[in-house]
């Protein structure tokens, strides 16, 4: 069955619904104002009569599938709603793929790497590139965790402690130093699998999941930049879920009683989505003296 089989089956159990579309120039007032977008059942006795007053000159139009699909789900959230709740699906996509027009956001500091971390963090949060991906030892990605700050402390604690390192931990507290640059601030914490140490020479694997639990170090300026441009919160718009499903989960979590309609889990593939998890492993082979 294809999307628009699904899209008539789907509009043939919506009630009529109606779009209120307000005059918003210099003389619209608030009361015309406060129902501008909305959408109400041909048969809501609540709904607004136009004229709302002498020399109205607000009007109807047919809500479309997607105004109506939203008009039947009760806004019943199960936790603090985002801002995107009361607003028209198609507007709340537009912003969406807003998002995509930003600029990667600068890391704290620049430094002389090998690999092109604003470009691997474009990646993760616009989703590109394989998932999982791997990164060879001779890798311009994997010779840059080597030669990395993280890489220097997780030596030390091992020639401090003798224990097998299993991986590094990101702190908020570690980037007033001044030594966390792109590679922390890229990956975060990570896990050590498969150590081995042979002749002063060690192997193992460096593995990654990139998600909002570590996207959460986007750059205070390009969060205020999506706010202002969007209206929403980053937290709004992402969570931890696998890549291609945010921002449907988004959805589904704050309507969950859009799940009950026929086909709409088709429709909901079709929505943009962005920041989710990306799973790296990094082949690592460096010298390990003191």
């Given at each position: 069955?294809?999307?628009?089989?699904?899209?008539?089956?789907?509009?043939a159990i919506?009630?009529?619904?109606?779009?209120?579309?307000?005059?918003?120039?210099?003389?619209?007032c608030?009361?015309?104002?406060?129902?501008?977008?909305?959408?109400f059942?041909?048969?809501?006795?609540?709904?607004?009569?136009?004229?709302?007053?002498?020399?109205c000159?607000?009007?109807?139009?047919p809500?479309?599938?997607?105004?109506?699909?939203?008009?039947?789900?009760p806004?019943?959230?199960t936790?603090?709603?985002?801002?995107?709740?009361?607003?028209?699906?198609?507007?709340?996509?537009?912003?969406?793929?807003?998002?995509?027009?930003?600029?990667?956001?600068?890391?704290?500091?620049?430094?002389?790497?090998k690999?092109n971390?604003?470009?691997?963090?474009?990646?993760?949060?616009?989703?590109?590139?394989?998932?999982?991906?791997?990164?060879?030892?001779?890798?311009?990605?994997?010779?840059?965790?080597?030669?990395?700050?993280?890489?220097?402390?997780?030596?030390?604690?091992?020639?401090?402690?003798?224990?097998?390192?299993?991986?590094?931990?990101f702190?908020?507290?570690?980037?007033?130093?001044?030594?966390?640059?792109?590679?922390?601030?890229?990956?975060?914490?990570?896990?050590?699998?498969?150590?081995?140490l042979?002749d002063?020479?060690?192997?193992?694997?460096?593995?990654?999941?990139?998600?909002?639990?570590?996207?959460?170090r986007?750059?205070?300026?390009w969060?205020?930049?999506?706010?202002?441009?969007?209206?929403?919160?980053?937290?709004?718009?992402?969570?931890?879920?696998?890549?291609?499903?945010?921002?449907?989960n988004?959805?589904?979590?704050?309507?969950?009683?859009?799940?009950?309609?026929?086909?709409?889990?088709?429709?909901?593939?079709?929505?943009?989505?962005?920041?989710?998890?990306?799973?790296?492993?990094?082949?690592?082979?460096?010298?390990?003296?003191?």
């Amino acid at each position: 069955m294809d999307l628009n089989e699904i899209t008539k089956r789907i509009s043939a159990i919506i009630p009529k619904y109606l779009y209120f579309i307000a005059e918003k120039d210099g003389n619209c007032c608030e009361q015309c104002r406060r129902f501008d977008g909305k959408v109400f059942c041909e048969d809501d006795k609540m709904k607004p009569k136009l004229p709302l007053h002498p020399n109205c000159r607000c009007s109807w139009r047919p809500a479309t599938m997607q105004e109506s699909l939203l008009a039947l789900v009760p806004v019943k959230l199960t936790s603090a709603p985002p801002a995107f709740v009361n607003e028209r699906v198609e507007e709340v996509i537009k912003k969406i793929k807003y998002v995509y027009n930003f600029k990667v956001p600068k890391p704290p500091r620049v430094t002389d790497n090998k690999a092109n971390w604003l470009q691997m963090t474009w990646m993760w949060f616009f989703e590109q590139g394989e998932n999982p991906i791997y990164f060879g030892s001779d890798s311009p990605e994997s010779q840059d965790i080597a030669n990395s700050y993280s890489m220097k402390e997780v030596k030390k604690q091992f020639f401090e402690t003798g224990k097998i390192p299993t991986g590094w931990k990101f702190e908020g507290h570690k980037t007033v130093t001044g030594n966390l640059a792109e590679v922390e601030w890229f990956i975060g914490s990570y896990d050590i699998r498969n150590f081995k140490l042979k002749d002063g020479i060690a192997t193992f694997t460096v593995f990654n999941t990139s998600g909002w639990h570590s996207g959460t170090r986007l750059p205070p300026t390009w969060i205020k930049a999506i706010k202002e441009k969007t209206s929403y919160e980053i937290q709004d718009l992402v969570s931890d879920a696998p890549r291609g499903e945010v921002i449907k989960n988004k959805i589904e979590k704050y309507f969950p009683a859009i799940l009950q309609i026929p086909g709409l889990q088709h429709i909901l593939k079709q929505l943009p989505s962005f920041g989710g998890n990306w799973d790296q492993y990094y082949e690592i082979r460096m010298e390990w003296k003191k």
